[in-house]
């Protein structure tokens, strides 16, 4: 079957016309797909008039978000703690992976800062170092990461799976398998690639995956999740208290009854109560992902990306930031022009949604984007 850009932007972006209006920006914020928008306002209708808003609904919402969040990431649903953001799950990471004193953390630079606050502050409270590893070529330096992590004071590597100022593309199984070998944890700030990039964390095996769901998994702000692989999640103690990480909390005719015994599942991390519209959101917008398929949408967005790659390699004075290697990137390509400022406000006037990171265009290329938004694109950054 062939990818039908063209029955999705129908469906769900017709405001969407390369002449007028294009969106390359999911790196900073997904456009909401219209079957999302109807979703978010059905269950906040209901909150205008409950009479109709089933009693099983609200957790039933949760339970649903958690099991298409493992579908995509080929996890169990058991494994999912939802949450509002990716800094909730780095903080838990931070807060809840075995360190102590003399113990190192170790972080590639040029992450972005929800990924290297969190450690910067709660290591040392642990009495842990943070060994931030140098850029190589302007990208995270995988080779010097692998080697760090023969250090047997190094317990834990947190990474980004794609860079949001690069578009760079860790190679997270070699990754994970080096830190598996080690006895490392790997924390993996996945922001940047899923809903572009299909991943099987089966593969990876991380310790704790984090994930918002407000970029390229299209989705409303305040949703998004945080994995935890199995065998960690009885090793360790919730950082946050939320009455509904314990056993007992399900029946709400009983919650005086106070026992403090976590849940077996990532749910002890979870931090209820959540924005439930905005999971019903995520819900539409992840299964309109799955339904498109994680493959099919990654082989799309290669194929634009590519053409990207390769307008800005026969240009003089255009930089690409991002690997011209497909196998190392995802959805984003940065191609620096020599005039940042008058090409951001090109691309402005021409109404291409875009972002300007560290003196480049950042293109964020998705499931949607078609090759007349590239034509458009690339004819204003080449000054057209
Ligand atoms: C790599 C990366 N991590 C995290 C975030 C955002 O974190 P949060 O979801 O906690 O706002 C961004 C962008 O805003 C990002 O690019």
């Not at 170092?129 to 004071?153: F, H, I, K, N, Y």
Request: hydrophobic share 45%; aromatic share 8%.
């Amino acid at each position: 079957m062939t990818y039908d850009v063209a029955a999705l932007r129908a469906q769900e972006y017709p405001w969407m016309d390369p002449a007028t209006a294009v969106h390359l920006n999911s790196a900073s914020t997904g456009p909401l797909p219209a079957r999302t928008v109807r979703a978010v306002g059905a269950f906040t209708a209901l909150r205008h008039d409950p009479r109709a808003m089933p009693d099983t609904l609200l957790f039933d919402t949760l339970t649903r978000s958690r099991a298409l969040a493992a579908a995509l990431i080929h996890a169990d649903a058991g494994e999912i703690a939802l949450s509002v953001n990716t800094s909730y799950g780095i903080n838990v990471a931070a807060a809840a992976l075995p360190l102590g004193p003399g113990d190192v953390v170790v972080v590639p630079d040029g992450e972005f800062p929800a990924n290297m606050y969190p450690w910067l502050e709660l290591a040392p409270r642990r009495g842990a170092t943070v060994r931030v590893v140098p850029l190589r070529d302007g990208w995270c330096d995988e080779e010097s990461l692998m080697a760090a992590v023969d250090d047997p004071a190094v317990k834990i590597v947190a990474v980004s799976w794609v860079g949001f100022a690069t578009g760079y593309r860790v190679d997270l199984a070699a990754l994970g398998r080096r830190c598996r070998e080690r006895g490392v944890h790997l924390v993996v700030d996945a922001i940047q690639g899923l809903g572009v990039l299909p991943l099987d964390v089966r593969e990876v095996q991380p310790a704790i995956l984090a994930c918002g769901a407000q970029k390229w998994l299209l989705s409303p702000w305040g949703a998004g999740f945080t994995y935890v692989r199995r065998d960690l999640i009885p090793r360790l103690d919730p950082p946050f208290v939320s009455w509904m990480g314990v056993r007992n909390s399900d029946d709400f005719r009983n919650l005086l009854a106070y026992d403090l015994t976590w849940r077996d599942d990532a749910r002890r991390f979870e931090f209820v109560t959540v924005p439930f519209q905005d999971f019903a959101g995520m819900n539409a917008s992840v299964e309109l992902l799955l339904e498109l398929g994680p493959a099919a949408v990654a082989a799309h967005v290669r194929r634009l990306a590519d053409r990207v790659v390769e307008w800005t390699g026969g240009r003089r004075g255009m930089r690409l930031v991002t690997p011209a290697d497909a196998a190392r990137r995802a959805g984003i390509v940065c191609v620096a022009p020599p005039d940042p400022e008058a090409t951001s406000e090109r691309l402005k006037a021409a109404g291409v949604i875009h972002s300007q990171r560290e003196g480049a265009m950042r293109l964020a290329i998705h499931a949607f984007t078609t090759d007349a938004d590239i034509d458009r694109a690339l004819a204003v950054i080449g000054g057209a």
